[in-house]
């Protein structure tokens, strides 16, 4: 009786862990992303000159995967929801080009919450340096955002990593 009124508890612990994690972490909402591709690579060691004055340089150690990523926000999908991300981090660099829309991203280490924005029509890309620097990615025109990203992890790591609780920093 004893042995089942532990595994009782166990399971209950269990539970309530995956709820609380569910409750706590923020959540993507309007917001879907699509792997169109996957690569693994071994070592990359890569440098090109190819104007004077621009260069290329890229260097790991270790495999490495290469992802290509479909983002789409859409607040139809949530009720006229600001359809976001979440906030988020991700093990390695994104190179993000807004395809459609226009995106809004924030820093989860910026005390002053300021928008980044990014446009299809304006200024359409940024770097995510990844790493842990954790940001959310909002579409706050109420119109369809999309964008095309490329990332390079550690082959095997998970992706995108959800983070709970929110950094504080941003209203949302």
Sequence with gaps: MKRKSIWALALALVGV???????LATQSQGFTSTTLAKATFGD????????????????THGDSDLYVQQNTWDPS?????????GWH???G????????GTVTEYDGDDPTCAPHVYSANGTNAFIDIGG????IIRDES???AKTMVVQLIPAGAQRRQD????????PF
Aim: with cysteine; net charge negative.
């Design 17 to 23: 862990a995956v709820y609380e994690g569910n409750v």
């Design 132 to 135: 842990g620097a954790v940001h």
């Design 89 to 91: 981090t991700h093990p």
């Design 44 to 59: 990359i060691d890569s440098h090109v000159v190819a104007e004077p004055g621009w260069q290329e340089k890229l260097k």
């Design 163 to 170: 983070v709970t609780p929110a950094p504080g920093n941003c």
């Design 142 to 144: 109420g119109a369809v």
């Design 77 to 85: 999908t949530c009720g006229g929801c600001i359809p976001s991300s």
């Design 93 to 100: 660099p994104s190179l993000v080009i807004v395809t459609q």
